[in-house]
């Protein structure tokens, strides 16, 4: 069969490669799934030519950080602190998924990425009710698209059993899981073990999760360094004692660690995700962003819970941006000195969006650059919007004046999913029903559990 040939044409190309190339006028091929050159005026021959003059073309967002099974409970915690999303959306709310349900939520929540120029998330899938649970998730994100490391975590029966220094061990079903969907490392979705790590789990579990984690040759990811839950435990140090840190780890959040607990973090080859907005919201502190650099990290970002915040990566990068931007001149100002200059760059907001979550999951030999030879994941962001017209500078365009309506164009592995600011799933409209009938009947069912427990 002959392979599928197009040439994005004229578009400003922000590449995001080691060059950090940026081309005002150039075009892009796309051989099958992978990027094949980028320059001006590349020969059109046997090609399905797309015009991208007034775009900005850019590889695709990674989100190294969420829970996309909360798409259908979109805004229940937008007022709620860390310990009231446990107790209420890890409580009722999250038990009263049934399959059908995890499935609908995944596959809307991976649509909602697309739609906002996000081509790749780790699903940190705490929703593991029940086998049919973990398989009806997978499959919703195989059928929206998208690529996706998919984090099997644990059931959301009970958030007193499994999460507040729980004695449970991870659940064995990911080994049926490995075997029964993951037969390959060129999947569009790949496997991963979202564990709770010590501040969720006794360390003797978390131990035994890691353990197992290895033996089925997983990467991990934990949250840490949340709140006061970070001194209480000390979960890096724990880690780093007991030798367990390692290139497969990845920590979501880190609010509370230590400068010498990312330096520990770095040297053994870990990664970090940044989840701004919520990390404000609910409590965990300000994000961890210089200090993480500082200790030697190259972060990352993600959107956590659409439960209670933006779904899009263009908001991510500006809160992260300018929160430590805002942080770096406060310790100038209480000093009595006028800051003179921005260390922090847009380009760096860019680099935490794109390239260092690709490194943060492993995918940076596939994608989070526009590089020949990488996966063609690559979005289009339309110039012609009056937000971004007329436009100085593409990477400053990006981080500080775009968002998800200017998102024209996205591209998996080659595979156009959306085209003219329009999704091509062909079933929009039939999800977005039964997302509204389970959301409604989530909350009802959730409401008789609450009132029944009174």
Known sequence: MKTTKTLLRGGCVVTMDEQ??????ADVLITGEKITAIQPDIDADDCVVLDASHQIVMPGFIDTHRHVWESVIRGTAGNYSLMEYLQHILGPLAASFRPQDVYTANLLGALEALDAGITTLFDWSHIM????????????????????????????????EW????????????????????????????????????????????????TMARRLNLPISMHAGCGTFAGKYQAVQQLATAGLLGPDLNIAHGNYLT????????????????????????GLGFPATGRAMAGGIAPSLGVDVVSGVSGD????????????????????????????????????ALTWATVNGAKALNLDRKTGSLTPGKQADLIMLNTTKMNLSPMADPIAAIVSQANAGNVDS?????????????????????????????????????????????
């Open 163 to 210: 999460f507040y220094e729980s004695k449970l061990t991870h659940p064995t079903d990911i080994e049926r899981l490995c075997q029964q969907h993951f037969n390959s490392s060129d999947q569009l979705v790949t496997p991963a073990m979202a564990i709770r790590g010590p501040e969720y789990s006794e360390f003797a579990v978390a131990v035994k999760d890691i």
């Open 259 to 282: 400068i010498e607990d990312f330096t520990r973090l770095a040297d053994n080859g870990c990664s970090v995700s940044i989840t701004p907005e919520v990390e404000m919201q609910m």
């Open 410 to 454: 996205v591209f998996v592995a080659g595979k156009a999913v959306k085209r003219n600011g329009q999704l091509l799933h062909p079933q929009l409209d039939s999800i977005r029903q039964q997302a509204y009938k389970t959301a409604g009947y989530l909350v009802e069912k959730a409401l008789m559990t609450s009132m029944a427990q009174v």
């Open 20 to 25: 950090g190339h940026v081309f005002k006028c």
């Open 129 to 160: 009710n029940s086998p049919d649970h973990a398989d009806c998730a997978i499959a919703g994100l195989k059928e929206s698209g998208i690529r996706a490391v998919f984090g099997y975590g644990t059931p959301g029966t009970s958030v007193w």
């Open 313 to 348: 990566l263009f908001t991510q990068m500006r809160i992260a941006l300018q929160t430590e931007r805002a942080l770096a001149n406060d310790g100038l100002l209480r000093v009595g000195e006028m800051p003179q200059h921005i260390s922090l760059t847009m380009a760096d």
